[in-house]
């Protein structure tokens, strides 16, 4: 499949610091995109440069086969075909919906920009608020509203940057998943900027990860977080497990697991588990309980396994601090990283 948007080795700078850091990504047809990295990252910078309101000192941008951005050039924001909504929406707030969600559509005599201005708030699900203003609209149709706008000259890309930010808890899961389901139907490209780990799994045909500048890691968002590639990587998108170990004889050895690592070199390693490979047993590896504490859906606790501390999820009544308990460990998906963590040097070992 031919990619619709792609990076090239893009450096943003600001002095003293560089922004954007050589990125290099690609976005395909009628797939949902995240870009996800801790906030001052660079994302919001990125999704600038691609709208075509900062302009990269390195690299290029290429929107549907056609270069439009590079530090010889930059095609304006309007003739890129790309629809750009705020963290903050960014609603007019002398125009009522039907005003803003019209407002690009000059090109229209004006019947037939009221068709397409209520043809896109019925595929939204907000005609009804056609003459509210903004100022009156909750959360989720404000962005239901900045999202029709940014479609109404029909781009060939929307650009939503931390959309779902303002919202909290049921609503974030309701509006989230309505609005993406009208974007699914209607076979938009997306990229969405987040620092929410569980909203890029939750969202994200297609998942990149960013820190400090750099493009880390891209790809399906189950391949990602099984298969980190380096640990910056992998914490990005939650809690990763990490045991000091050495490799002797192409095995590395741990104090919570033996494991093959054929043609790795001897010495230092570290071997990485997601939280959920523990889990309390009878027969596994033993531990001490150093605290507990409450999570909800069960307890935490801190076990001690051969002096290193390890999380490990209890359901039921947790044992005291001080009290045996044993680990059982699922290394179906464990991870070699080098000895200072940084790249990984096995996507996943074999058992056994």
Known sequence: MTPLLELRQVSR???????????????????????????GCGKSTLLRMIAGLETPD????????????????????????VGLVFQDNALFPHLDVQGNVGFGLTGLSREDRTREVLRLLDQFQVRRLAAAWPHSLSGGEQQRVAIARALARAPALLLLDEPFSGLDGVLKETVRGALLEDLRRLGTTVLVVTHDPEEALAIADDLILMSEGKILQAGAPEEV????????????????????GRITAGRIET??????????????????????????GETGVAARVVRTRFAGDGHRLTVDVGGIEVP????????????????????ADAVLFGPDGDVAVSGRLPAG
């Open 255 to 280: 104090p919570l697991a033996t494991l093959p690592a054929p043609g790795l070199p001897d010495g230092p390693a570290r071997l990485g588990l997601r939280p959920e490979a523990l889990s309390a």
């Open 13 to 39: 700078r600001f002095a003293p610091r560089t922004v954007v850091d050589g990125a290099s990504l690609e976005l395909f047809p009628g797939r949902i995109t995240c870009l996800l990295g801790p906030s």
């Open 58 to 81: 390195l690299g290029e941008i290429w929107i549907g086969g056609g270069i439009v951005a590079s530090p010889a050039g930059s095609l304006s924001p309007g003739d890129r075909g």
């Open 225 to 244: 977080y099984r298969r980190p590639a380096s640990l910056v990587a992998a914490r990005l998108l939650g809690e990763m497990v990490v045991i000091p």
């Open 312 to 331: 490990l999820r209890w359901r039921s009544t947790p044992p005291p601090p001080g009290a045996n308990v044993r680990i059982d460990v699922d290394t």
